[in-house]
């Protein structure tokens, strides 16, 4: 069930038209897409890279790079500790290609998703002691690494903390205690003290940043173009596929960063950007998020993400080759384990009536592959509209990772019943857990007791930019719009919305029939080409028993085939006469 909303933020669109150049429509999005000052709306349309916040913006970003620059002067031994997702696997790359460039002796471990499980843990300390490192540095983990922090700082180690997600804390008589490991450097914009300006940046990003501070030191050599330029294109890599809202600075990073994707002179990344049938396209955080990344994340799904990084140091053509072939042909082998895995899931909520009353869907599948729990809860909370965890059987107990809905915050609920969790983390929109075996239907009736989801928060709410009739829809619109891009989390694709049109002409497409394609008449006769994808079928018998007649929300955009260029609607919600618009 959906029910539709349009957007109502105010503001003096002629004057910003006029102020900025651009026509009210695009005023409208940009008030829409929650920027309110002249300062936010100039640096999201004309923002360059050097209107990027200064990194020493950031708590603790003085101290931390003072050590490592000190660290390396000295010959230190120093090890990166990273995260298996794609994120941490590019915050790794960016940290030991900068620590390197400045002369530093480093290595990187990444915890194996199955033996290790997520961050920092006593097992890497316990190796970083016994191979004589002087400093740990994590990337996109740590805040939450207390025991595995002490063991380090008593074995005589430097620890620096980077990281992004939640900061700990507990909460008695309804206020917040939060907790911070005890490292020498803490460096997370989420901590309440940091005045960092943006505070939705990615684990990448604060290793980008990190760099950035450490090579500005006149002891340290200067940081190139050639090197500026490939760290932030792995800064933008990361931004993207670990979704990140595309707004303010995360603009400008994946702004700027595309075209250096597309143009990498990073051997192990243009194979697999080759392997992905990409070297002709214009890259778009789609290709990013849905094509290339998951090849990168595969490996440290079902293997370890130690392979990622080992593509992306690679200096040998044919050696990364062949490794991207094989990344690929993983993927295509996590795709497969993934449809099995959801099928299941739908079984298990399909058959127990329990699932419809509860507001939150936590499944078990215990034969699953653990690396595969996030993917279906995230496909079951866009299926229920629903919070969902999936819970898998680990070698050390029940594994899980939850994806939310936007009412939900994940891990505040979470932290509510905290006691039942041997380990647990992450932030508003996904999290992983760890659980004792037997545990997984406590889990699932206390996750739900202390849900504060009320009903109305369940209905998927589809929030409309600007209601406008096709006929509106103009070329000089089109190319317009391309001042918003790039499109992603936090800066959707324009939603437009019109009531009553026909869709007629409809043929069906795809070897999975996913795809209805038909032609939209609107208002005044306006005729357009347009395309929908999903249950094909379904949506055909639909329209078809109403004659064709229905309200849209769409997105405009070109299509083109066989060399001939049309306007095309891309039908993203549909209603029909019955329905509430």
Known sequence: M???????????????????????????????????????????????????????????????????????????????????????????????????????????????????????????????????????????????????????????????????????????????????????????????????????????????????????????????????????????????????????????????????????GNIGLKALIEQCELSDKTLTPYHIGFIIGPCLNASGRLDTALRGIELLTCRERAEAVKMAVELREMNRVRQDLTEEGFKKAIEIVENDPAYKEEKVICVFLPDMHESLAGIIAGRLRERYKKPSFVLTKAENGTKGSGRSIEAYNMFEEMTKIKDIFVKFGGHTGAAGLSIKSGDEEEFRKRINESCSLKDEDLIEKVMIDIPMPVRCVSDALIEELKVLEPFGTGNPTPLFAEKNVTFTNLKIFGAKRNVLKGVVTGEGGARFDAIAFGAADEMYSEIESHGGKLSIAYSVGKNTFRGRTTTELTIKHMMFEEQEV
């Open 2 to 264: 959906e029910k539709w909303f349009v957007e109502t933020k105010r503001a003096d669109f002629n004057a910003l038209s006029a102020k900025f150049n651009i026509s009210p429509i695009t005023a409208r999005l940009l008030r829409n897409r929650d920027m309110e000052t002249n300062e936010e709306i100039g640096m999201f349309l004309n923002g360059k890279r050097e209107d990027l916040f200064d990194p020493f913006l950031f708590k603790d970003m003085e101290k931390g790079t003072s050590l490592m620059k000190d660290a390396i002067k000295s010959g230190k031994k120093i090890r990166i500790i990273g995260d298996y997702d794609v994120d941490g696997i590019c915050s790794s790359y960016i940290l030991d290609k900068g620590i390197r460039y400045a002369g530093g002796d480093c290595d990187v471990r990444i915890p194996h998703r199955i033996d290790d499980g997520y961050g920092l843990n006593e097992r890497l300390i316990d190796e970083a002691i016994e191979d004589k490192t002087d400093l740990v540095i994590t990337c996109d983990n740590g805040i939450a690494a207390f025991g595995p922090v002490e063991k380090a700082k008593k074995s005589g180690m430097t620890v620096i903390v980077t990281d992004h997600h939640e900061v700990p804390f507990d909460e008695e008589g309804g206020v917040r205690k939060y907790r911070i490991p005890d490292a020498d450097a803490v460096i997370d914009q989420k901590q309440k003290e940091c005045t960092y300006p943006f505070k939705e940046v990615c684990g990448g990003v604060v290793a980008y940043k990190f760099i950035k501070a450490l090579l500005s030191y006149d002891e340290m050599p200067d940081m190139t173009k050639e090197l500026d330029d490939e760290l932030l294109s792995f800064a933008a890599f990361a931004t993207i596929e670990d979704v990140m809202p595309l707004v303010g600075e995360n603009h400008l990073i994946v702004k700027y960063g595309l075209p250096l994707i597309e143009n990498t």
